[in-house]
């Protein structure tokens, strides 16, 4: 294997793997009360709409068009529309039985959670999938960046690192709050970085001969769209209902922003000739 490609691989892994650093920051806590919870179920649903609506969705209308940007991400929602409807989930509970729950203490915090363990567990899945294929063209930044010069390499791997710990967040913590083990939240966390080296292959030995570069943007719209209505469909109403509208309302804008800000940062670290 080529040099070149060895050290993108060795900046990617390193940038992909602070995702890891993420997941630490959830399993090395105490199990939240259930008002903590919703609030980092907030925080976290506004860490994915930041990144359907400001990163994959932004993208793609820049990159394929106005139109076709929008059909890839309403194809996304529409699909996962589809797909979401055929899944038997169970009903949330009012809010008036989830305060009598906290009061009721850790027996009926504990109710609750397993009565949406697998809500939770499957908006995780999905958060999983939806931020490896986000992770999947910074692989391929970090590969151009490298190319530039070991130290354009280290800049932006670094950039992506700082960038990649939210996202660990926003995939732990639903899977541990619905399997209660560290280990799967640490495990999946974990894969979804493993993209980043994945798309350093992926652009060194493919790219661009097998890979259709408007595809891969509108792949990547479509991403977004389903990323989004994970989030509206599947997470906020967790969020609303274990900490309360308004405050799980600030919880999203304040994921929304901390991730922009990230986004931002990553930006400003890429070479003008290279974009995600």
Same mark, same amino acid.
């Given at each position: 294997?080529?040099?070149?490609?060895?050290?993108?691989?060795?900046?990617?892994?390193?940038?992909?793997?602070?995702?890891?650093?993420?997941?630490?920051?959830?399993?090395?806590?105490?199990?939240?009360?259930?008002?903590?919870?919703?609030?980092?179920?907030?925080?976290?649903?506004?860490?994915?709409?930041?990144?359907?609506?400001?990163?994959?969705?932004?993208?793609?209308?820049?990159?394929?068009?106005?139109?076709?940007?929008?059909?890839?991400?309403?194809?996304?929602?529409?699909?996962?529309?589809?797909?979401?409807?055929?899944?038997?989930?169970?009903?949330?509970?009012?809010?008036?039985?989830?305060?009598?729950?906290?009061?009721?203490?850790?027996?009926?915090?504990?109710?609750?959670?397993?009565?949406?363990?697998?809500?939770? %567990?499957?908006?995780? #899945?999905?958060? !999983?999938?939806?931020?490896? /294929? @986000? &992770?999947?063209?910074? *692989?391929? =930044? +970090?590969? $151009?960046?490298?190319?530039?010069? %070991?130290?354009?390499? #280290?800049?932006? !791997?670094?950039?992506?690192? /700082? @960038? &990649?710990?939210?996202? *660990?967040? =926003? +995939?732990? $913590?639903?899977?541990?709050?619905?399997?209660?083990?560290?280990?799967?939240?640490?495990?999946?966390?974990? /894969?979804?970085?493993?993209?980043?080296?994945?798309? +350093?292959?992926?652009?060194?030995?493919?790219?661009?001969?097998?890979?259709?570069?408007?595809?891969?943007?509108?792949? /990547?719209?479509?991403?977004?769209?389903?990323?989004?209505?994970?989030?509206?469909?599947?997470?906020?109403?967790?969020?609303?209902?274990?900490?309360?509208?308004?405050?799980?309302?600030?919880?999203?804008?304040?994921?929304?922003?901390?991730?922009?800000?990230?986004?931002?940062?990553?930006?400003?670290?890429?070479?003008?000739?290279?974009?995600?």
């Amino acid at each position: 294997m080529d040099q070149q490609v060895l050290i993108a691989l060795a900046l990617s892994m390193l940038g992909g793997l602070s995702t890891s650093l993420g997941a630490l920051v959830v399993i090395l806590n105490d199990a939240p009360n259930l008002k903590m919870l919703g609030l980092l179920q907030g925080f976290a649903a506004g860490l994915m709409l930041s990144i359907s609506f400001f990163d994959l969705a932004h993208n793609a209308i820049n990159s394929i068009g106005f139109l076709k940007g929008n059909v890839w991400f309403f194809g996304g929602v529409i699909f996962f529309a589809i797909v979401s409807s055929f899944i038997p989930e169970p009903t949330l509970a009012p809010a008036e039985d989830a305060k009598s729950k906290r009061k009721g203490g850790d027996a009926g915090g504990k109710d609750m959670l397993k009565k949406h363990r697998r809500q939770v %567990l499957f908006s995780g #899945i999905i958060t !999983a999938i939806g931020i490896s /294929l @986000h &992770n999947f063209p910074e *692989g391929m =930044a +970090v590969f $151009l960046g490298s190319m530039k010069g %070991l130290r354009v390499g #280290i800049n932006l !791997a670094f950039a992506i690192a /700082l @960038h &990649n710990i939210p996202e *660990g967040v =926003a +995939v732990a $913590l639903p899977v541990y709050f619905a399997t209660q083990s560290k280990w799967q939240a640490f495990k999946l966390a974990t /894969l979804s970085g493993l993209a980043e080296p994945l798309g +350093v292959i992926i652009v060194a030995y493919l790219f661009p001969s097998s890979l259709n570069p408007e595809i891969l943007e509108g792949l /990547l719209g479509g991403v977004g769209g389903v990323m989004a209505f994970l989030t509206l469909h599947e997470m906020l109403p967790l969020a609303f209902d274990y900490a309360g509208p308004k405050q799980a309302v600030k919880a999203v804008f304040l994921g929304m922003a901390f991730m922009s800000a990230s986004l931002y940062f990553l930006e400003i670290s890429l070479p003008k000739d290279i974009s995600l």
